[in-house]
Structures are given as C-alpha cells and as structure tokens.
C-alpha cells in the first residue's frame, strides 16, 4: 500500500542511542576546530575543502549559502572568513558524491520518505533532472527540454495564473530572484511566498510602520562602537557564529551585553575564538553581562517594565529620555506615554517571568546609556503579537534617541544568505505600487496589482485545490512551514510540484500528482555561460550588495543555474505572447543587474559599483534619520500585552534548532551546545514540570497540542530536564512544526506562531 502524502511528510520516529551531560558553559573553541575537521574529511574531498576555506566570505570568492551575517567592509582574517556552521553548509553543497538515475531507480520515493533528514540530505549532490509520473514509486531521468515543457503544459492548462504558486527560498541570488519574480508577475501572478513569511515578515512590518523601512538601520561597525548590546530571541552561537566575533569586539571596546532568551544559550555565554591564539589558551571571552531567562513570550512585558521605569525616573529628574530626538523626529509620543500609564511595572515584570534583580541589572544599563542596539531573530517574530515584539523595542530606541547615530539602533538579524535580498529585488507577494509601475514602464506589461498567496495563504490555496501548480525555487518548503500534515495533503492536492534545488530534501517526496526536481548550480561551483564565468549578487542582513563567484567545477555536467531555469521556464511558457527577451539574460548577467538598476531603487551603477571587492550599501532611511513613514517621522506605537493563559496541565512550547542544524537542513544529531547527543526527539522541559507530571530523565512521552478544536500530536519523544523557565518548553523544528497550527500566526505579518504553542504531555 503506497504512503500517504501525511506519512511521507513524518520526520522519522526511530530512537537513536540518546546522551545528555551538562551543558558547556563556553562556546566554539578546539571542539569547533575539530568539528570542522570532521565535517571536511567525512563529506568533502580535500582539495576541494581548501579551495573553498580560501574564498568562503572573501573578496572576489563566494558567499557562504548559510547565514547572511555582514563580512568585514576592510581587511578580512587570512585564516578564513567562516564559522563552523558555515564549513557544515559548504559540506552539505560541495558533497563529494552524486545522486542521479542509479540512486532513484534504487530507491523508491516511499523508501526515501522512511529516512531521516539527515539521511536524506547527505544522499549526495543532485546530479541530473528527474521526473515522478502520475502513480509512480521512482523518480525517472528527464531531459531539461522535456522538464520545462512539463511546467509549461501544467500552468497553460489553469484556469488563471492565480492557480500556480511560486515558492522563493533565501538562498537564491539577486539575478535569479529578480528574473524569477519577473516571470511570475509577466506570468500573470502575484503568488510569491517566501521564506521571509515563515522568519522576519513581522520585523519587516514593524519596521516598515515605525521606521520606515523594513529593515536594520545599523552596519557592522555600529556593533562595534555599541555602549549595550541587547541579544534577544536569538541564538547567534548556533544560528549565526561569526556574530560572536563581533559582540567580542563590542566587550574588548568596553561594550556591554545583555542576552535575552529562555534558554541559557553557551555562545551568548562565553565565546573562545578559534582566530584568537591567546583566547585558545586562556579560555575566551565571556559575552553576556546579564543573562534574562524570559519567559516565552514574555517580550513585550518585560521592555514595557523598562518603558515604565524609565519613565518614572524622566518624571522624577529629567534627561533621561531624548527630548530633542523625539520632537525633531518622532510622531506619537503624547498617545504612547498616556497608553503606556495603563500599565503597571509590577504586573508587566511578572508577566515577563524575569526576576526584579536581573531587571535592576538590565534597568540600569539602559538607563545611563544611549548608544544602544537591540539585535532579535525568531523568538521575537514567531508570536502571535511578533509585530508589537518589535514595535515596543522601537519605542525603548527612540525614547533613547538610539536611532540613526553611531553605535545604536535596529539589528534584525536574518537568516538564510539572500533572503534579505530576494525581498529587495521583488519577491513580494504584496509589492509596492511604485515597484510595479517600474515593471509595467521598463517592459510594456501591466503586473497584477492583486495581493498574492503568502505562505500560508498558498497552503490553504492548495489544500482547497484552488491552487494546482506549486514552484519551489529552493528551500525544504514541507519542513519549513507549519501544520505539517495539512501542508503535506495540499502539496498533494496539486497537479504538478516542483522543486529547484541542490540536494535531496523531504520536499522532493511530499509530491503532487505529477513532481520534477530540477537540479541546480550551488553557491560554490562555477557559473559558465556563453559571454563566460559569470558573477551574481547577494545583499546581506545589514544591507550590503556584494558578488559571489564560485570557485569549484560543475558537480554534474547536467546541473544548470537557477538563472538558466528560470529564463528556459519563462521563454518556454510565455513564448511569442513574451515581451522580454528571456534567453539573452541567461547568456550574461550583467543584463540582468543592467534592469535591476533600472527597476529598483538603490542600484544604480549596479555593475561598476558590484566590482568593489567590499560590495556597496544601499540606501537606508534610519540610518540617517530620514524616515519613509506615512507621517515622515519615527512613529511611537500602542502594544497590547499578549493574552494567553495556561491551563493546569499544559506547557508553552517553541520550536528551536540543534547546533547540527542551519533552518530545515540537519547536518548531524548532536546538540552540543545544550549536552544533548544522538537524538532529535526529544523535548526540553524544567525539571519542576517534569515532577508536577511524575516524569523521568529520557523518559518517552507524546506531545499533543489542540487550537480552535483541532487536536494535533507528535508521538514519541524524550524528556530532558533543562534549565528553562517553569510551564515553558522548546522542541526541535521541523519534528514538532506538526504541532503548529496553521491558523495561528502574527497579526499583520502572517508569520507562523512556532514559537508559542500550547501543549500537553501524555505518557506513553
């Protein structure tokens, strides 16, 4: 009996031989020299390996495919402008095996659903295109031309363009994202989720209302120069190492900073940098000068106890907020401070779950300082209230007068490598009028001004079949986005999906009726068109445009780039009834950079500035206090506090990664950051919880979630007691993204609440 579209999409369920010891209390270090080491000699040849250490995040080599944390603007460290995460990310691209005709025809996709995702994603290097039929158990081989004629006779047979969803993953570069979007849009569509929806939709949102543009307003050399650093909702030392560095150099200026979380995560703890000799041997250097254990989604509460001490000693004795800053620039404070006298500081400290001693440490350090940066990921936007996450954290900047000057302001720091950038060049299910009145001037179409299909408006799509073609240009899109087996009957529920992409993932067997995987060049291999060697372009989480160039030969004489599958798809499908000249762009990129200067703001002189080894910063409004909002000035905002309660025996749950993990791809099953080995099924939990309910060390239990009268459950998990605040707990994603419900996501921004998920526990 075939599995089903919901079997497939299961994360395996097989126990590993579990270990757990305490967690360390440094980070990176020897452990992360030998770590890289054995990545490289288990899954890459060594010469290859060498090459690409050389050129990862230098001037004139490539971008690493993971993390899009900023590369120094001035001289960059000779021993390698990479972390460890970076090395497991290049390992994962440049594997030095293949998969083509041989491999499928071994394994059916049934089979391959059975694996793991680490099994799954260390198969080896996609090598040749391959096509699943109607009823079909294999993957067969299929030429590109017979590929792009199947996309072709799938979306001529829709009823509207509106009935194909084009998917955009942060790993695309600026050229292949810009022509993607193009087509979409020439297509006839506005349906471009992307990944963005699934992270910093409500940073964008936020920033976007308050700022001006949704964006950070820092550069790397602001961290340097920062007075406070707030690290909050975020992991750098797993998620984006090479930060650490950074924050190092914050402390050695005399910096101080506060780390946010409710886990007690080693990087913001101590870090020892592998570059550092003396560090080595004298043991690192400790980051966080005060440790928060917020509870989950306590955010919003505890920056609203700050507002209101802070206003409290402003009342008393003045100077201490920036009344010059806030009547040159700000819009809203009368109708902020009168909502913000609602509150109570005693109700607001409780709700944050933060003790009133390490609110003094924290209060203090905000108080007698300006230059300050609040940097966040997930744990802030992952909420129901992401958006007010934010909003409040803008008003404690702009109270400070901490905005648009040296050393201070905004620091969103992104994920994937271009998912910044991709959003810059037009993926956008919503975008401004301005950029489709370019479109519609440059190339003589007029784009559909309708709202697009987000992502989670596209799995709804799907689900009810008024969606029948999915596109996925990159990405792991079943293990990214919430619901899983909901999301797993609407990819099913279409007539064709397909996937670009350089490796195999469980997306690939998460199929419609009809599915192709289209294999692709990867950030590391060379680029060869007709005019040469070419050169792309990715923009990084501080807003600077820089090229990358591989440096590695071909895995596959048959692997094609993102550019070239985009440009045979469009000039497949739109033919004569084509007003763009589609080919000519895959022959030279320099084509494709020439109309994004012309189409998006910022890019002028986009190839002769591109040839700057440092690459060049775009425009950003607060970073000189030009703010783009509807009132021309920062605007304060009015926040809620979240209202959630917990019934007696549920938890708050928030999915997390492992250090052997960069977004949905797993490059191991260790956690050694948080002393876990051998395992991803398990459930961290406070060991007080773990008594209320009578539960022991490793012991299995199923977690069960329930919103809006539909029960969801993830059998088979175990219990580590961990030092987390008490009725919360984190869980590994995309093992519990079963648990997230699909209808539970920011207000405004549609981003997924997998960070605040009531649970309960049942023994098995």
Partial sequence: MPKSAEDKAKTSETFLNLKTSNPPKNSVGFTSILKVIDQVAKYMKPADALRLASKINQKGGFDCPGCAWPDPDDERSSLGEFCENGIKAIAEEAQNKTIGSLFFEQHSVDELSSWSDFEIGKSGRLAEPMFLAEGATHYTPISWNDAFNKVVDHLNELNHPDEAVFYTSGRTTNEAAFLYQLFVREFGTSNLPDCS??????????????????????????????????????????????????LEKCKKNGGKVIAINPLPEAGLMKFTNPQNPIKLLTGGTQIADVFVPITINGDVAFFKAILLKLLEKEEAHGDVFDKAFIESYTSGYDAFISDLKTFTFEACLKASGVSETVFNDVFELVLNHDKIIVCWAMGLTQ???????????????????????????????????????????????????????????????????????????????????????????????????????????????????????????????????????????????KDYQKTGLQVQSVENSMGVVSATKGVLDPCSDNIISEVAVVC??????????????????????????????DVVSGFSHYNNRLKNPSGFYLPNGARVREFNTKTGKANFSINKLPKWSLKDNE??????????QFNTTIYGLDDRYRGVFNERRIIFMNREDMKVRGLKEHEVVNLCSEYQGTKRKAPNFKVVGYEIPKNCCATYFPETNVLVPLDCFAH?????ASKSVKITIEKV
């Fill in 197 to 246: 929806n699934m992270c910093h939709e409500a940073s964008g949102s936020a920033l976007s209302e308050t700022l001006g543009i949704g964006k950070g307003s820092v550069v790397l050399d602001d961290l340097y120069k920062a007075e406070v650093v707030i690290v909050v909702g975020q992991n750098p030392g797993t998620n984006h190492p090479r930060m650490l560095s950074a």
């Fill in 383 to 525: 909420h129901e209230n992401a958006v007010d996450n934010i909003r409040e954290i803008v008003n404690l900047l702009l109270l400070k007068g901490s905005i648009g000057k040296e050393g201070a302001g905004t620091c969103p720091v992104r994920g994937h490598s271009n998912v910044q950038g991709d959003r810059t060049v037009g993926i956008w299910e919503s975008a401004p009028q301005a950029f489709l009145d370019k479109i519609e001037k440059k190339y003589g179409f007029k784009p559909s001004h309708k709202h697009g299909y987000s992502v989670i408006d596209a799995i709804k799509a799907m689900y009810n079949k008024d969606a029948k073609v999915f596109f996925g240009l990159g990405g792991n899109f079943i293990s990214a986005v919430p619901d899983t087996l909901y999301s797993a009957t609407a990819l099913a529920n279409c007539n064709l999906t397909v996937h670009v992409s350089t490796k195999l993932n469980r997306s690939h067997l998460v199929t419609g009726k009809e599915a192709l995987i289209l294999p692709c060049l990867g950030r590391t291999e």
């Fill in 568 to 597: 045979g798809i469009a000039h497949a499908t739109l033919k004569e009834k084509s007003k763009i000249n589609w080919l000519q762009y895959k022959d030279d990129y320099n084509l494709v950079r020439n109309d994004i200067e």
């Fill in 651 to 660: 938890l708050i749950m928030m999915t997390i990664r492992s250090h052997d």
């Fill in 748 to 752: 405004t921004a549609k981003t997924p």
